[in-house]
């Protein structure tokens, strides 16, 4: 299956802007994190406070819809998704 | 016909043009509230009388300092040590003597968060951390008040307009609560999120356009690109998912 991932705001400083990822059945928010943070080196720091434990504030929406209120990082991955990364900007 | 109304028609003669006299009506009787005058809150506030909006509440507890002045543009060198939302005030009051403006030195929170919203239409976001945004947009939500969310970091920005009972909340844009910290920020940053904000506004007041309120706009400075992200209402969300779900609000509680 193939599944968009589209990087906003900081994250651009670290990843492409847009890009498509194939992952076989199953694979879940998780799986997609580890390849994206072997494939752009700086990226892990960014969305992960330890191994395993994602910044709590990092948004990821799965076809808009935050993975906090689904599964977080276990939520599935379907073909045709469209997953979103951005921070919290916060100033004013 | 007064001569005062027929100056006042003068004035916005050139947007008349664009949304008409029964527009520029809607927003001389609009109330807003500006939480925030920095970056954000300035540049909202100083197109926001441009505008005519008729009434301006603009809250901030803080003075200027001299790290404010890359992009807070209501404020002078002089004005360093000044309370904001007074010094804010009197910048627009001389721009346009004919709106009503209300500074506020308090925080948000150091008072009952709904009587800040109290006889407000629309409240314009330009609060720098996430502990005051959540306690005023989750009671702008319960209060039906529409919710201009604005943010900026360094060349990036966003707006969401927050309307009550048809899109989603703050709390289902941002989850977690992100770290309070000294945000690097420029002005030209602050003065497009800004303006777009009051253009949300405008269309709020008027009743023209298309809100951006089922999705989040995304500004990129850097690559002069921007992006629509479409967000969903989450349904157990505690602010404005289904009734078992909601928890009361508690003041003071971010």
């Keep these: ?92 | 016909m007064t001569v005062q109304s027929d100056d006042r028609k003068e004035r916005y003669r050139r947007q008349i043009a664009v949304f008409g006299e029964e527009g520029q009506e809607k927003i001389g009787k609009t109330r807003l509230l500006i939480a925030g005058a920095g970056g954000l809150g300035s540049t909202a506030a100083l197109f926001a009388a441009m505008a005519g909006f008729g009434t301006i509440g603009i809250m901030d507890p803080g003075c200027i300092e001299e790290t404010n002045l890359n992009r807070q543009v209501l404020y002078r060198e002089a004005d360093i040590g000044r309370p904001k939302a007074d010094t804010a005030a009197r910048a627009i009051r001389a721009m346009n003597a004919s709106i009503d403006v209300e500074p506020v030195t308090a925080a948000i929170g150091t008072t009952p968060v709904k009587d800040s919203i109290r006889n407000i239409d629309v409240v314009i976001d330009g609060l720098d951390n996430y502990p005051a945004r959540f306690l005023l947009a989750d009671a702008a939500w319960r209060c039906r008040v529409p919710f201009i969310h604005g943010a900026a970091e360094g060349f990036y920005g966003r707006v969401c307009t927050i309307v009550p009972e048809t899109s989603p909340c703050l709390r289902c844009i941002v989850p977690g609560l992100p770290p309070v910290r000294e945000t690097p920020i420029i002005g030209v940053t602050t003065g497009v999120v800004g303006c777009v904000q009051v253009t949300e506004a405008i269309k709020l007041a008027t009743g023209s356009g298309v809100l951006i309120s089922d999705h989040l706009w995304l500004w990129d400075g850097l690559r002069l690109r921007s992006d629509r992200l479409r967000i969903e209402r989450i349904p157990t969300c505690h602010v404005c998912g289904d009734d078992k779900y909601q928890i009361p609000a508690k003041e003071g509680v971010p």
């Design chain 1, 1 to 92: 299956m193939r599944v968009r991932v589209k990087a906003f705001a900081t994250f651009r400083e670290v990843m492409d802007s847009q890009v498509d990822l194939d992952f076989v059945s199953g694979a879940t928010i998780r799986t997609l994190l580890a390849e994206l943070s072997g494939r752009y080196e700086g990226l892990g720091g960014l969305l992960f406070a330890a191994p395993g434990t994602m910044r709590d504030f990092v948004n990821i929406l799965k076809n808009g819809r935050n993975i906090h209120f689904l599964a977080d990082l276990d939520t599935t991955l379907d073909d045709g998704d469209v997953i979103a990364l951005f921070p919290p900007l916060a100033g004013g």
